[in-house]
C-alpha cells in the first residue's frame, strides 16, 4: 500500500507560499508559541500510543517494546527535553570583546531558517520523523514533512498527529513516492533535512544547490566494530548482539561488521551465538517480536549476501513474512560482494585481525563511517582509534547508545552524512547564527580612521 499524495504540483508550490507568509507574520518565533507546540505535539503521541504501535507492527513487524524504546520514548525525551531548555537556547549569546573594539558589545542570535523540509525514511518512521520536526518547532520554523512511502501505516498517524494539532501553514504532510518528493525538492526551501541513503543524499543535495539551500544529510555506511584482545567478550557480544539486530539491522548506525582479534575469535563467537538464542530464540522466524525486512527489494538484496562467505550462524529466511534470520558470516575479504555497501539487515560480517594498526589502516581504506564501536579495556587502545578514525559519532564497549544521549550531536562526515543534530544541537540546526555588534556613542576610537595622526602606528600595535 502507497498512500496517495493529498497534493497536487501545484497545490504543493501554494502550500510552500502559504508557509512562506505565516512564517513572516512571526507568529512562530516566540518561545511561548514553541514550547505550546511542543506540548500539543507530546499530548497527541502519547494518546496515540497504540495507534502507533499497532502501525509499526504492520509496517516492520516491531515489537512493544522495541516500538516504544526505539521510537516513542525516544520522541517524548526529545520533545521533554527541549521545552524545559528552550528559553535558554534562545537568549542570545555574548561573546568576548577585543582590545580593537572598546565600547562594544558583541552577541550571537540564533535566528529560524523560514520554511523547513523534512524528508524521512522508513527504518524509524516515527522518531526519524519527529526528531528533526521537533528541531524545526524550536527553531522557530515552519515545516513540510514527507514520509516514507515504504511504512503507510505509521504515515497515516503522523498525518492524524499532525492534521489534528496544526495548521498546513505552519507544519504540514505531503504523501507520496519519488514524483512527490521530485515536486518538494524544485520548490525553494529555506532549509532541508534529510535522512536516507547515500544514492537518494546525492539528489536531495544537487536539487538544494540549485537554490542554494542550506541542508542537512544524515546517510549512512558501513560502521565498523573492533574487538580486541582484552575486551569482555561475553559483554561486548550481548551488546553488539542487541545493536545489530535491533529493528533487524535496519539502523544506520547499527554495527555493519566486526574485526575480531585473532586470539579471541572463536570464544567471541560462540558468545555472539549464545546471546543470538537468548535474544530471538532457536527460531527467530517464528519469533512474532523480531522485525521484518520492509520490501521486496531489500529483502532479495539481503538473501544474495548469503552467498557470501561462511555461514556461522544463522542464514534461514522465509520470503512470506519477509523475515531473515540473525546471521553471522565469516571467510570474507573486502572484495565480497556483502563488504561493497551498507548491509542494513540482520547479517553480520565477521573478519580477524593481529594488530590494531592494520584495522585502522584498512578502515580508512574506506568511505568514513557514521559510526564506530570498539570493545577494549585499554585507554590506549581506544584512543588511537578515535584519533586516527575519522567518523560521525560510536561508543567505546558499546553500540548506538551514543545516540540516545541528548547532549551529543547526531550525525555523520562525508560520505555518511553532513551536519547533526538532537537536543541543543537539533536547536542550532534549524537556526542560522547571526552576529549583531552594539556600538557607543559615548566614545568614537579615533585611530580607526585614516585622517587621524599617527593612527598607522597604533593600528600596527594593536593589530598583531
Same mark, same amino acid.
Given at each position: ?33 514553541? &514550547?505550546? /507546540?511542543? !506540548? +500539543?505535539?507530546? @499530548? ?9 504501535? %499497532?502501525?509499526? *507492527? ?24 527541549? &521545552?524545559? /531548555?528552550? !528559553? +535558554?537556547?534562545? @537568549? ?9 573594539? %572598546?565600547?562594544? *558589545? ?359
Amino acid at each position: 500500500m502507497i498512500l496517495e499524495s493529498t497534493y497536487k504540483a501545484s497545490e504543493i508550490t501554494q502550500l510552500v507560499t502559504k508557509q512562506k507568509a505565516f512564517f513572516q507574520t512571526g507568529s512562530t518565533k516566540t518561545s511561548n508559541f514553541r &514550547i505550546e /507546540q511542543l !506540548k +500539543k505535539l507530546y @499530548k497527541s503521541i502519547v494518546e496515540n500510543e497504540d495507534e502507533i504501535k %499497532i502501525a509499526l *507492527k504492520k509496517d516492520l513487524n516491531k515489537s512493544d517494546f522495541e516500538s516504544y524504546m526505539t521510537e516513542i520514548g525516544f520522541t517524548l525525551k526529545e520533545i521533554s527535553e527541549a &521545552i524545559k /531548555q528552550i !528559553k +535558554k537556547w534562545m @537568549k542570545p549569546k555574548k561573546v568576548k570583546t577585543p582590545i580593537t573594539h %572598546i565600547g562594544t *558589545k558583541g552577541y550571537i542570535y540564533r535566528e529560524p531558517y523560514g520554511v523547513t523540509l523534512i524528508i524521512s525514511p522508513w527504518n524509524y518512521p516515527l522518531q526519524l520523523t519527529m526528531a528533526p520536526l521537533i528541531g524545526a518547532i524550536i527553531g522557530g520554523n515552519t515545516a513540510i514533512i514527507k514520509p516514507s512511502e515504504l511504512t503507510p501505516n505509521t504515515s497515516i498517524i503522523i498525518n492524524k498527529i499532525i492534521n489534528e494539532n496544526f495548521d498546513k501553514e505552519y507544519i504540514a504532510v505531503v504523501d507520496g513516492g519519488i514524483e512527490e518528493s521530485t515536486i518538494l525538492l524544485q520548490q525553494k526551501f529555506d532549509f532541508i533535512f534529510f535522512t536516507g541513503s547515500v544514492q537518494v543524499g546525492k539528489i536531495v543535495m544537487e536539487a538544494a544547490s540549485k537554490h542554494l539551500t542550506p541542508l542537512i544529510l544524515e546517510l549512512g555506511g558501513k560502521s565498523p566494530t573492533i574487538v580486541h584482545n582484552d575486551s569482555n567478550i561475553q559483554l561486548a557480544a550481548k551488546r553488539i548482539v542487541w545493536g545489530k539486530f535491533t529493528n533487524a539491522g535496519q539502523t544506520c548506525i547499527a554495527p555493519d561488521y566486526i574485526y575480531v582479534h585473532k586470539s579471541v575469535k572463536m570464544d567471541f563467537i560462540e558468545a555472539l551465538k549464545n546471546e543470538i538464542v537468548q535474544f530471538y530464540s532457536n527460531k527467530p522466524l517464528l519469533n512474532n517480536d523480531y522485525t521484518k525486512i520492509i520490501s521486496d527489494r531489500h529483502f532479495n538484496r539481503l538473501v544474495g549476501f548469503l552467498n557470501n562467505g561462511e555461514i556461522l550462524h544463522g542464514g534461514e529466511f522465509d520470503q512470506l513474512s519477509h523475515k531473515i534470520e540473525p546471521t553471522l558470516i565469516s571467510d570474507l575479504s573486502w572484495d565480497s560482494p556483502i563488504m561493497s555497501e551498507e548491509i542494513f539487515g540482520p547479517i553480520l560480517p565477521i573478519l580477524t585481525y593481529e594488530n590494531i594498526d592494520e584495522v585502522i589502516y584498512e578502515i580508512n581504506q574506506h568511505p568514513k563511517p557514521l559510526a564506530l564501536y570498539v570493545f577494549t579495556e585499554s585507554k590506549q587502545i581506544a584512543n588511537k582509534v578515535i584519533e586516527r578514525v575519522p567518523f560521525g559519532g560510536g561508543c567505546v564497549n558499546d553500540t548506538l547508545y551514543h545516540m540516545a544521549n541528548p547532549n551529543l550531536p547526531f550525525g555523520g562526515v562525508g560520505e555518511s552524512g553532513s551536519g547533526n543534530y538532537h537536543g541543543e544541537y537539533s536547536f542550532a540546526a534549524f537556526t542560522h547564527e547571526k552576529s549583531v555588534l552594539l556600538q557607543t556613542t559615548k566614545i568614537d576610537l579615533k585611530i580607526r580612521y585614516h585622517t587621524t595622526k599617527n593612527a598607522l602606528r597604533f593600528i600596527r600595535k594593536l593589530l598583531k
